[in-house]
């Protein structure tokens, strides 16, 4: 089984066989609240198929559960600090490595949009997720709010996604067709990021033309006083 999609080393396939679970959990906690990587809902759908053939993992699903939404909730715990710590700085600074304001405006975006709610919703959207809970704390989220959005989030992210893969990968069709399946996985999360920013573009299209519209002097106005000009030489 290879997940033929970006390098090697993202491959849910490569961290687990050469990682195992604590592998795993790091991917989960950093991208929870520090680094945005790609394979998170692949790599979980991947621990839940892998804990079900008892190969790499061998733990039991509840434990590989528990110990993924600790390390999701904590994650996120660490990144609401980041934003908390650093506030609106992070929103100002030239763009790093690690926070690309671009990045940062997105999830704030999503925030403002959806409130609280948004913490838990992010989880399944890659680079948002990452960013969500940064700009809880630096917009001073109510903490005992973000705890339980967050805590939810986890279980419902970390869990759900792991206990998915391992009944789902134990039905023939999908489990023959694994490769295929996590591709799609990949496709389909990062399809409300494409949503965004095609519709961010067509917004700005629009605004541009509702702009240059105003901006424009219509031609009968624009005739109007050439031709009290002539009348009035007459």
Known sequence: MTLALGPEWLSPDYLISEYGLPGILIIVFAESGLFAFLPGDSLLFTAGLLVAEGSYIQQPLWLVCTLIVAAAITGDQVGYAIGRFFGPKLFSRPNSKVFKKENLDKAHEFVEKYGPK???????????????????????????????????????????????????????????????????????????????????????KKAAAESLAAGAVPADAAAAPAQRGRHARR
Not at 124 to 147: E, L, N, Q
Not at 181 to 195: A, T
């Open 118 to 204: 948004a913490i838990v919703l992010a989880r399944f959207v890659p680079i948002i997720r990452t960013f969500a809970p940064i700009v809880a704390g630096a917009g001073r989220m109510k903490y005992r709010t973000f705890i339980a959005y967050n805590v939810v989030g986890a279980v419902m992210w970390g869990a759900g996604v792991t206990v998915a893969g391992y009944f789902l990968g134990q039905i023939g069709f999908i489990k023959a067709n694994i490769e295929a399946i996590l591709i799609l996985i990949v496709v389909l999360s990062v399809v409300p990021i494409i949503i965004e920013v095609v519709r961010g573009r067509s917004q700005a």
